[in-house]
C-alpha cells in the first residue's frame, strides 16, 4: 500500500484488493464488520465534534461505504431499493431498459430530500429481470476491459434508486427483497434469504 493508505487501514495483506478505479489510486482493504461500522461511526463523531470534514476523512468514509460491496456475488430478488447521495454516482449502475418490458419514471420528496429513480419490469419474470452492479469501476488495459469487484442484482420487478440531496449525510445503501430473494458468491452456491441489505458500510440481512 501507499502510505497515505498504510495510515489509514488496519489490515492485513490477504484482506486487500488491488484497486482499478481511476478515483482510488490506493488498495481497497475488507475490513470486518465490526471494525467498518466502528470506522464510520468514528468519522461520524468526529465530524460533528470539530465541523466541516476533511477531504481525507471523506475519500475514507467512501471506502468503508462501498467496501462489502467489492465481493463477487449475484442477489437475484424481486425488488431493489438503492439509497445513496451523489458522490457514488460512479460506483452505481443503472440497468437497461427495453421500452417493450420496462417502464422508468421519476418520482421526487415534496421537501426535495430526494430523487427516485424507477425501473418496472412489466412482465415480472426473470426473462426481463433487470442488471444493476455496485462496486469498483472497471480497469481499462492492453488487452482490454477488466471488471473490478462488484455486487451485482438481478431485479425481476422494481429497482427504485434515491438519490439524497441537500447535505444528506454520505449514504450508499442496498435492500434486495421480495417473495425471493437468492444469494450466490463466486464459486458459491445459491442460498434463499429472506433479505439482503448492506447499509452504513456493513453487511446485513437474514
Not at 502510505?3 to 489490515?11: G, I, L, P, Q, Y
Not at 475488507?30 to 460533528?48: D, E, F, W
Not at 466541516?52 to 430478488?77: G, I, Y
Amino acid at each position: 500500500m501507499h502510505e497515505r493508505s498504510k495510515r489509514r487501514f488496519v489490515a492485513s495483506p490477504s484482506h486487500c484488493y488491488g484497486g482499478g478505479s481511476s478515483r482510488f489510486r490506493t488498495r481497497w482493504c475488507r475490513l470486518p464488520g465490526a471494525a467498518t461500522a466502528a470506522l464510520l461511526v468514528g468519522l461520524v463523531a468526529a465530524g460533528c465534534a470539530s465541523g466541516p470534514v476533511a477531504p481525507e476523512d471523506v475519500e475514507q468514509t467512501e471506502k468503508a461505504l462501498l467496501q462489502p460491496f467489492l465481493v463477487n456475488k449475484t442477489v437475484r430478488c424481486n425488488e431493489l431499493l438503492i439509497e445513496m447521495t451523489g458522490n457514488f454516482n460512479q460506483f452505481v449502475g443503472q440497468p437497461a431498459v427495453d421500452p417493450r418490458v420496462h417502464e422508468m419514471r421519476h418520482e421526487q420528496a415534496q421537501d426535495g430530500s430526494y430523487i427516485d429513480k424507477i425501473w418496472t419490469n412489466r412482465m415480472g419474470l426473470s426473462r426481463g429481470a433487470m442488471t444493476i452492479a455496485v462496486g469498483e469501476l472497471p480497469e481499462y488495459t492492453p488487452t482490454g476491459i477488466k471488471l473490478g469487484p462488484r455486487t451485482t442484482f438481478s431485479v425481476t420487478h422494481e429497482v427504485r434508486l434515491r438519490i439524497h440531496q441537500r447535505t444528506h449525510a454520505m449514504t450508499l445503501k442496498a435492500t434486495a427483497s421480495g417473495e425471493r430473494v437468492v444469494v450466490q458468491e463466486a464459486r458459491g452456491r445459491p442460498r434463499a434469504v429472506r433479505e439482503f441489505v448492506i447499509a452504513d458500510g456493513v453487511l446485513g440481512g437474514s
